[in-house]
């Protein structure tokens, strides 16, 4: 079958190429197009009957712009990969872009074979990313999630987490004295991982000896977790609480302690880090350390990249809090709304 062409719509239609050009490229509807409304509809009316979809190659190297964005996702089960892609394909749908994701795969050498208007990296951790993303962008619009690299070229985007890890660590210990710890095998064996030595100053505020057999690590994936925290919880000495160092590990603990016929938080309390909206949503709502409103705002940010190719590279942050919820309300700490904001004691 010989796919339809702008000549095959134009002919159908009774128009000329360059009107069908026009009405396809959605240019009709400011003033002095000289294009009815009549003849637009004529136009889509027989680019349907005919099946004809637009040469995006083509259109590509005539317009210079593909509609198409990318995104860079390191694990896509992870609920924070989740909420990134369902945010931005409904901020990016209605302008006529398709995102299309990456995922799984080292996107260093994957960008130099794809052609998108913008590519958002969710993960820039080697030492030498920082020069290799600048020698991308030469060619391809980057937004990159980091909290060390600086705007080279790239627009970065930064979770300014302050001190909140303490302050998750800080709420457990105010109410347990035997906390453990869930994470990756990666941020024990690296020195200066912030989210683990979190878990290891926060013992030490509180006057709490360290156990190696509260220290539960996985591979990265979601079932390791899982398997992690079911061997945690079935110790002849289990914690009462859990400091999770994602939210994805957060939520494996909870399968893992309501397979264990455990109740969270009265015979567990558990916190996460990240503030997804599938922690908050579950039952029992994750208590979690995170920005707000990231995912809808990161989307609009991405969209405004794609449409403003020409603007200068910028940081945009999001500042972090405590949200407490009903995995770890604190009995010690206060009265909780379970919207994620702690009042003062009394």
Do not use: C
């Not at 002919?11 to 009405?23: D, R």
């Not at 985007?157 to 035997?178: P, V």
């Not at 709502?285 to 809808?296: E, Y």
């Not at 942050?317 to 003062?344: C, H, M, N, V, Y």
Request: proline share 5%.
């Amino acid at each position: 079958m010989v796919r339809p062409t702008i000549k095959t719509v134009a002919a159908q239609a009774g128009v000329s190429t360059a009107t069908v050009s026009y009405v396809l490229a959605g240019r009709t509807k400011g003033k002095g197009s000289g294009i009815s409304e009549a003849t637009a509809q004529r136009v889509h009316a027989a680019a349907t009957a005919l099946g004809y979809r637009p040469n995006q190659a083509a259109r590509t190297i005539r317009t210079g712009k593909s509609n198409l964005m990318m995104l860079s996702l390191t694990m896509l089960s992870d609920p924070w990969s989740l909420a990134v892609s369902k945010a931005v394909g409904a901020a990016v749908g209605p302008a006529g872009i398709t995102p299309m994701i990456l995922a799984d795969t080292d996107w260093r050498t994957a960008i130099r074979r794809q052609n998108a208007d913008v590519i958002f990296v969710d993960a820039a951790e080697r030492d030498d990313d920082g020069d290799t993303l600048a020698k991308l962008a030469v060619a391809n619009k980057l937004v990159v999630f980091s909290e060390t690299l600086e705007p080279n070229g790239f627009d970065v985007i930064r979770s300014t987490a302050g001190d909140t890890f303490n302050q998750a660590m800080d709420h457990l210990t105010a109410d347990h004295d035997k906390v453990a710890v869930l994470t990756t095998a990666t941020s024990v064996s690296v020195p200066g991982s912030v989210r683990y030595g979190a878990y290891l100053d926060g013992l030490k505020r509180a006057g709490l000896e360290f156990r190696a057999d509260y220290v539960a690590t996985f591979d990265g994936e979601e079932m390791g977790a899982y398997e992690a925290a079911v061997a945690l919880l079935q110790q002849p000495d289990p914690p009462t609480a859990i400091y999770a160092t994602s939210d994805f590990a957060a939520m494996a603990a909870i399968h893992a302690a309501q397979r264990l016929r455990l109740n969270v938080p009265e015979d567990v309390a558990v916190t996460g880090v990240g503030n997804t909206p599938q922690g908050e949503l579950m039952s029992p709502s994750l208590s979690t350390v995170g920005p707000v409103d990231f995912f809808d705002r990161l989307a609009e940010f991405l969209l405004h990249r794609a449409t403003h190719p020409t603007a200068p590279p910028q940081i945009l942050e999001f500042p972090w809090q405590l949200f407490l919820r009903e995995s770890a309300p604190g009995r010690a700490t206060g009265e909780i709304d379970f919207q994620g904001q702690k009042e003062d004691a009394l």
